[in-house]
């Protein structure tokens, strides 16, 4: 049966989004009120404000100011692994209730530059964060080099992932947006406490897409499509291991257009996340590399937050439901804050759609 | 010694430049005036105008509106390869001074919808080519498809390359804008009737330069470092199979902003083709890649035009010298015409000068 008969009309639970970007300022305000839209209440928060987010005090200030747009969401913050950050600060910061430190190596998207250049100094931290159960979330390129472009560097990351899990084996980590089947693989060969997000875009994307394509073009990049149909199977792989964290990273239209000659990196799927998650289930059953079988709502409700959930140790006591819509919704345009413009993926495209219960 | 000792006050033939897009209307105005800018009095015309040029009365009469522009410069002229050329307009097209077939895989990049889906239909065109002396220029991808990507499409393509010179031994090939390692063994494995262009930009870019930045963006994409590193070494190994094509393609500013979506591929090399040739083998010999003895006078001399004259039979009689200059001149910013806008490669950097003599 086609997913728009098997699941028109289904209810879930609230998508969790372990992975999200909302910026501060005007882009904030524009940004905040997208998360229901996409069928959220929970999200995963990421550090790297201008400058970023090194001290619990500072991530519980930007929390108080997403609450400010949007207190029915559950916030979940991060501290940006980084020099001043101590086996003390840590501690401290858990007990005020962050969730986890992510790390950046160096330089290798946007705003990364007061990133991680070797993880040895911070064995500490992390013997730290084992101790007190915060997460681990790694941004797993390894910066571009002499061999080491873009399209390599996931693959490079890989053994720095697998040692530190072999290090540190109780130490939750995340491997944020992976893009690879290499990454797949490695996730799937360490044990349970290593896990992986997969983003909306990367399920849709190839290298050809973003190369011409701005709107399309993020970092860590898509592969090839031997990679993104591995990124479909392991969505749908029902083990747990991977789940959705969209990396919905809105920039401002001027910063799209490359008119200095540099295009950020980023794709803003926020508004439709959830709903873009079930059309590339569709669309994978198009280029027939899974069936409308292996789609099921157990699987869809794990991917889409229930896996996450139970990793991070998270319930939604809220109890709030969404239910997903075959209809005509076509991708808004743009949207538009206090002098900001924001490009949504798939803009003009046709999209599920969802309704909050 | 650095080149900037070795060549500055040089004295070289003109260049040849055998692959330039040149356009058409306010664009060509815009374009034809750059052609000596950087060094070349000969240029080899792509035929991929709006319509097509498929015959040699639309060739010629393009030819005509070029030297309108500038009298100056030896047009060499091609036909796009296309249905309606049979041998018999082969043959009354070399009679009239056409000196090529351009061959565009269909929609592989700009305006080639028009382009091949099978070469077997063109057999005898080939063969009425391999009779009376034309030239088969070869964009060298194939169309992204099922495993096929911007990325290995011209590496998939090399074996219709081997099987095209094995059935035609006797036909002049250019495998054009080599991007690949696998292109540059490809042609060296092949006989003396195939050669490669290769353009300046593909001496300097990667895929990371590209990912970001609209105005190195262009069709073939450029690959990873080891695929630069023995682009450079073509371009210097002095057999004469690797010659300047800089495939400078000129896109007005708002088809490279990316504002529909889509960026226009093309690298605008034209006003420094020389100079960048020059600057390129610096940066190479930075990298360790080559030394300064790799870059001789006369493997300079060769790779600028004496190569491409030699295998396309053409003489300069015009015996024309440029001389080079290491000084302190920048690429402009921009190039303007009538409601044209065009941004050069490595727009702002400094750059080697050339003087007419």
């Known amino acids: 049966m086609p997913l728009s008969s098997k699941f028109n009309?289904?209810?879930?639970?609230?998508?969790?989004?372990?992975?999200?970007?909302?910026?501060?300022?005007?882009?904030?305000k524009a940004v905040v009120p997208t998360i229901r839209s996409g069928g959220c209440n929970t999200v995963y928060v990421m550090p790297n404000l201008i400058?970023?987010?090194?001290?619990?005090?500072?991530?519980?200030?930007?929390?108080?100011?997403?609450?400010?747009?949007?207190?029915?969401?559950?916030?979940?913050?991060?501290?940006?692994?980084?020099?001043s950050i101590s086996p003390a600060v840590v501690k401290g910061a858990r007990a005020q209730g962050i969730v986890g430190i992510k790390s950046y190596p160096a330089g290798v998207t946007t705003n990364s530059s007061s990133g991680v250049l070797s993880y040895e100094p911070f064995y500490p931290v992390f013997t730290a964060m084992e101790q007190c159960g915060m997460v681990l979330n790694l941004h797993g390129e390894c910066p571009s080099?002499?061999?080491?472009?873009?399209?390599?560097?996931?693959?490079?990351?890989?053994?720095?992932?697998?040692?530190?899990?072999?290090?540190?084996?109780?130490?939750?980590?995340?491997l944020e947006h992976c893009t690879t089947k290499d990454a797949i693989e490695a996730v799937r060969e360490c044990g349970p406490n290593v896990v992986g997000t997969i983003t909306a875009h990367h399920l849709y994307l190839i290298v050809d897409d973003w190369a011409d394509n701005p709107f399309s073009y993020c970092k860590p990049v898509a592969k090839n499509p031997s990679d993104r149909e591995a990124l479909v199977k392991a969505a749908l792989d029902g083990t747990g291991k991977f789940f959705l964290g969209s990396d919905s990273a809105p920039h401002d239209l001027s910063a799209k257009k490359g008119g200095t000659g540099k295009v950020a990196a980023g794709v803003f799927t926020q508004p439709y996340v959830t709903q873009l998650v079930l059309g590339a289930f569709e669309e994978a059953i198009k280029r027939e590399v899974i069936t409308e079988a292996d789609v099921t709502k157990e699987i869809l409700e794990g991917f889409l937050g229930g896996y996450g959930r139970k990793f991070y140790g998270i319930t939604?006591?809220?109890?709030?439901?969404?239910?997903?819509?075959?209809?005509?919704?076509?991708?808004?345009?743009?949207?538009?804050?206090?002098?900001?413009q924001v490009i949504p993926f798939r803009k003009g495209q046709s999209t599920w759609s969802i309704e909050w219960k």
């Open 9 to 28: 009309g289904l209810e879930l639970p609230a998508s969790a989004d372990f992975h999200v970007h909302l910026r501060d300022g005007a882009m904030m």
């Open 51 to 83: 400058p970023p987010l090194t001290s619990a005090s500072d991530a519980l200030a930007y929390k108080a100011r997403l609450r400010e747009q949007d207190p029915s969401i559950n916030y979940l913050m991060t501290l940006y692994l980084h020099e």
């Open 145 to 174: 080099g002499k061999d080491i472009t873009i399209l390599n560097a996931e693959s490079n990351f890989l053994p720095t992932l697998k040692s530190l899990h072999a290090r540190f084996p109780k130490l939750k980590i995340v």
């Open 316 to 340: 939604d006591s809220s109890n709030e439901k969404i239910v997903l819509r075959k209809g005509v919704e076509v991708v808004q345009e743009l949207f538009e804050g206090d002098r900001v």
